[in-house]
């Protein structure tokens, strides 16, 4: 008997590695697939995946094997996009070819099983989800809600920060000054700083973030998630369940005080939605909107622009406090064209040095270098190769955004590379500037990030002048963050004075 299972066992192993040789001949034959680093079967490129810093890896390797190229991550192919022309030809020429979003344990637990819009794969129920939220967003922010918010959650927060006695971390304050403000964007209540609600929920951000860091196993090997749950799937899983509670009762508390007269924040606006489908009896739309549906796009909105949005103005009190030359003809300029009075979205126009200050952030900063993963929806091709049906593309921005054919110097802040002879913004000058990505998948919150972040950047530079303590030396260098190439800049401290 004891050889008999001996003999069958090596008939499976045979059978298995005939079956992996098999997969990867058929596909060797029938696409021309992108070159790249071979792979071990199963394990893939675990020397090339495994390390911190991945963007930056990536771009090393374009050099060698072009701007398409190919990796394994585990047994998951993926095809990594590294130039602003395979990039443009990916995501904006062949529009939903590469608009999926692939399957992992940790997407499936954070969106509730793939129903919100950051994370859901794209398909009729994903088009009609974002157009409900493009709608809300856009009625919501009429007017000058924004500037009002953004007025009064910089009051707060730059109290604080000048009560400051020397050198100090931004992170908890740029913390708060977007968190408090998604909160009363997306449930109405102003909060006062401190707010036990608020701060579970930055708590809860923050232990997620930091657990999944690096990643979890069980995005590799699923089951184990049912079988031997890893400590860092259990802690994710806890933090993830608790906030969801936490937005269920925001969501029912609204459900039973809405007017349709009186619309107080985002989460009424998503009601409204779904109230006027019920009054069409539009059974097929209204099952689109379920409690579920409806809190995942909230979710979205909420969690998904706290981090990039801090991360950014982390990295902007980087360079102008390095840089202070700059951060005094951004002074200048926003003295001599809005003064003290509170910056409006409409002063975009008359502050193109202080927005360009802003824009080269966004490319200087390493702040989402990866981005979120597409996949492939059919057989398709870039830059030459052929791209097979469920393939994971990623797009390395910070190789876009280090490309020398763009970017003179790139490893130097320089504003005035988005800028005309004339001083105005020149949007010819944006090719390969894509932070917020393109196309089908491009980032829902664009609209609001760059008028929000401005308006938190000139509040911060009307009121004080900021600088690095005393004998420390500029450092523009980033250290990881997590697994979607996010940089934060290293050590920062800062001090602040306030001007007269």
């Not at 102008?320 to 005094?328: D, H």
């Amino acid at each position: 008997m004891l050889g008999l299972s001996i003999v069958n066992a090596q008939t499976v192993l045979v059978a298995f590695v005939v079956g992996l040789l098999v997969y990867y001949m058929r596909k060797w034959f029938l696409y021309r697939l992108p070159p790249g680093p071979w792979s071990f079967p199963l394990v893939g490129n675990y020397e090339v995946y495994s390390k911190p810093l991945l963007h930056r890896v990536l771009l090393k390797l374009s050099k060698k094997y072009g701007p398409v190229f190919r990796l394994s991550f585990g047994h998951v192919p993926f095809v990594i996009l590294n130039n602003y022309e395979v990039v443009m030809e990916a995501i904006v020429k062949k529009k939903a070819d590469f608009a999926g979003r692939p399957s992992s344990t940790t997407f499936s637990l954070l969106s509730e099983g793939y129903k919100d819009i950051a994370l859901a794969t794209y398909s009729p129920m994903w088009q009609y989800h974002r157009r409900i939220a493009t709608k809300a967003l856009r009625n919501y922010l009429q007017g000058d809600l924004l500037e009002k918010l953004t007025q009064d959650n910089m009051t707060k927060v730059m109290n604080m920060m000048a009560a400051e006695k020397g050198p100090f971390e931004p992170k908890s304050h740029l913390d708060n000054i977007v968190f408090y403000q998604l909160y009363t964007l997306c449930f109405g209540e102003k909060k006062d700083i401190g707010d036990p609600e608020v701060e579970f929920l930055i708590r809860e951000k923050d232990l997620v973030n930091k657990t999944m860091e690096n990643g979890i196993r069980e995005d590799l090997l699923p089951f184990l998630k049912d079988v031997y749950p890893s400590k860092r799937y259990t802690i994710i899983k806890k933090a993830v369940d608790k906030a969801f509670d936490f937005l269920y009762r925001k969501l029912e508390e609204h459900k039973e005080t809405f007017d349709a007269n009186n619309i107080r924040d985002l989460t009424d606006h998503l009601l409204m939605a779904r109230s006027e489908v019920e009054r069409t009896g539009d059974e097929e739309s209204l099952q689109k909107l379920t409690d579920t549906y409806l809190l995942q796009t909230i979710s979205d909105i909420f969690f998904a622009g706290v981090d990039t949005t801090r991360i950014t103005l982390e990295w902007f009190l980087c360079f102008i406090s390095g840089l202070p030359e700059i951060q005094a003809k951004c002074q200048k300029e926003i003295e001599q064209n809005i003064g003290r009075r509170c910056p409006s979205i409409a002063d975009r126009q008359s502050l193109p040095y202080t927005e360009a200050c802003i824009y080269e952030t966004m490319r200087a900063g390493v702040i989402a270098a990866l981005g979120l993963p597409h996949l492939t929806i059919c057989d398709t091709n870039v830059g030459g190769y052929d791209v097979p049906k469920g393939t994971v593309v990623l797009i390395n921005h910070y190789a876009l955004h280090q490309d020398t054919n763009y970017w003179k110097d790139p490893e130097k802040f320089n504003p005035l590379r988005y800028l005309d002879e004339n001083g105005k913004m020149d949007p010819k000058k944006l090719d390969s500037w894509l932070p917020f990505s393109a196309g089908r998948r491009v980032c829902l919150g664009e609209s609001v990030a760059k008028p929000e972040i401005l308006m938190m950047c000139v509040h911060l530079l009307q009121r004080f002048h900021i600088s690095l303590p005393e004998g420390v030396k500029p450092n523009f260098v980033g250290e990881h963050r997590n697994v979607f190439g996010t940089e934060s800049p290293a050590d920062l401290e800062i001090v602040v004075t306030e001007r007269s």
